[in-house]
DNA sequence: GCTAAAGTCTACCGAACAGATAGAGTTAAG
DNA sequence: CTTAACTCTATCTGTTCGGTAGACTTTAGC
């Protein structure tokens, strides 16, 4: 389960891209339903990280400071939750052997979870917000291209 | 992450199984380097479960219930760690409205998560406990087949 | 410059969960 | 009837989650 402070934090970079310019913390919280200190702590988080940017004072509000094409899924859940992988011998981010376990390289069930984390990344490093805004992503399925698992 | 204690579960069934046989819980428990109180309640979880059939008394132990062609990946993990949907109001086995989220259809958050959701059962409802055992499946990579995305 | 309204920063807090550990109880073989 | 196994329930410590509080800083406009 990803948690409730990363959905916040992908609606809230939805709610920007969608706006196209500047946003108020209250506004943002408001249209989507996110307590406003609790989004404060995110947005300064994700400004941290480089993916928005914001202005102090009246008139001021946060916007998204990279292009909604290049802030990707994968990105804004490593930054709030951490490792997308389901092992910490398997993340790329924060990599740690397992403590108790012995051979890495003949681990079954390493080999399992890393086909897991594979097509994890397969999505969520490839689906930006801009995908998700775009009319055509509302379709029901993807056709075809790099989608097709979707259907096995 | 998967829990510690469902690689745990993993583990001690990966035992069983390559023992072929009753294994007491001491044994597994030393052989797979996992705290012997913890794996008990483990083993009587996945007993309930019907995983596994147990024997009390002097030359008691733990056997499996079901041949390791039949247990997956998904229903160990489903037991110990609870859904696998990255999002409640995608769970199969738990299913719960996202409380914040006003339109689920048109979420989209949700139908990115889906695709993630989608693929890991993929894998994890397909792999099984005897496939992690069998030397096939120790190539580096499987061939063809439902395995491609892993490549893309 | 003062004030109102915005973002910034640090601390805290209650509930739940993770990862165990403890110990008394029950069963069965020899 | 003792020993060695599984069974059950409780407890514990530390961390994380989801959120709240409040003092502080910056800026626009009068």
């Known amino acids: 389960m990803i948690s409730q402070k990363a959905k916040y934090a992908l609606r809230a970079l939805l709610a920007l891209a969608k706006e196209g310019d ?31 940017h914001s202005r102090r004072g009246k008139l001021g509000g946060y916007s998204l400071l990279m ?27 924060a990599y740690r052997r397992c403590p108790d376990c012995k051979t890495e390289e003949t681990c ?31 379709l029901d399925e993807p056709e075809g291209g790099a989608h097709e698992m979707a259907h096995l």
């Open 67 to 93: 292009p909604p094409e290049k802030i990707t899924y994968g990105q804004v859940l490593r930054i709030i939750d951490g490792p997308i992988a389901p092992l910490p011998c398997l993340s790329r981010i």
């Open 22 to 52: 500047s946003l108020m913390i209250g506004e943002i919280a408001a249209r989507k339903n996110i307590p406003r200190k609790f989004l404060e702590q995110i947005l300064l988080e994700m400004k941290r990280h480089g993916i928005v």
């Open 108 to 138: 079954e069930i390493r080999r399992v979870f890393a086909r897991v984390a594979e097509s994890a990344r397969e999505v969520l490093d490839r689906t930006t917000i801009a995908d998700s805004l775009s009319a055509s992503f509302l």
